[in-house]
């Protein structure tokens, strides 16, 4: 099955800096890469995704970079801000499934003030 | 539009007990999938419905069951239930029946400690 790397584990930045997570996929047939924010205590948030026909897709402040030859693929944070605190999570389909998703075990952002 | 429900919010159960738990999709979803989240494991699908059928099933014992009403509603049960079951459990609808795993939208999740 999909094997989803996530790293690092745990990333602390000073506000306004950028932060990059990075996450590796086994499958060569995964065709969707999400990124999730779940705060402490809530629900994870899909605050971006990426079909694989795309290199780069931006959204204010957060972007998605895909690497289907290496096949990973990365989340970036600009001008971080303390609200950006959380837990990230990317995820891929395993091949064949339009069903569900594998999740990396997750990076704990913490955005110094 | 309401969010994703579910119920109860915490539990508390002893080894060999059962469970059920509840979850309200999105108003128009018809797509339910269930989630465990643990810190160790990170989220494990569970399973997804749709119009009442379980379409895709996780790698998980068949203690974990679940089913879904004609109104979207789903319950999922564990019976049995051991120590490693403690977990939170999400829900998670989407509007898109033809790929499901695409837009999920979670509920909060109920958090079950077994004792």
């Known amino acids: 099955g999909e094997n989803v790397e996530q790293h690092p584990s745990t990333l602390s930045v000073q506000e306004g800096d950028s932060a990059v997570i990075k996450c590796t996929y086994s499958d060569s047939a995964s065709n969707y890469f999400p990124w999730y924010k779940q705060e402490l205590g809530k629900r994870p948030q899909l605050i971006i995704d990426?079909?694989?026909?795309?290199g780069e897709k931006k959204d204010q402040r957060i972007a998605v970079t895909l690497n289907k030859t290496a096949k990973h693929f990365s989340l970036h944070i600009t001008e971080t801000q303390p609200e950006d605190s959380a837990v990230y999570f990317c995820?891929?389909?395993?091949?064949?499934?339009?069903?569900?998703?594998?999740f990396g075990k997750g990076t704990l952002l913490t955005v110094n003030p | 539009k309401a969010g994703v429900t579910q119920t109860p919010r915490y539990l508390i159960k002893t080894r060999g007990q059962q469970v059920t738990l509840s979850c309200s999709p999105i108003s128009g979803h018809r797509s339910v999938s269930w989630y465990q989240q643990t810190p160790g494991q990170g989220l494990q699908f569970l399973f997804e419905?749709?119009?009442?059928?379980?379409?895709n099933k996780g790698n998980f014992p068949g203690r974990f069951s679940g089913r879904q009403f004609s109104n979207s509603r789903s319950e999922m049960n564990v019976s049995t239930l051991e120590l490693g079951d403690s977990a939170l459990y999400l829900c998670?609808?989407?509007?898109?029946?033809?790929?499901?795993?695409?837009?999920?939208?979670f509920g909060s999740g109920t958090q079950l400690s077994v004792l």
């Open positions: 995820a891929a389909p395993p091949r064949g499934s339009n069903y569900k998703l594998t």
């Open positions: 990426i079909r694989s026909n795309v």
């Open positions: 419905y749709f119009s009442e059928t379980q379409r």
């Open positions: 998670a609808s989407s509007p898109d029946g033809v790929r499901p795993n695409e837009k999920l939208f």
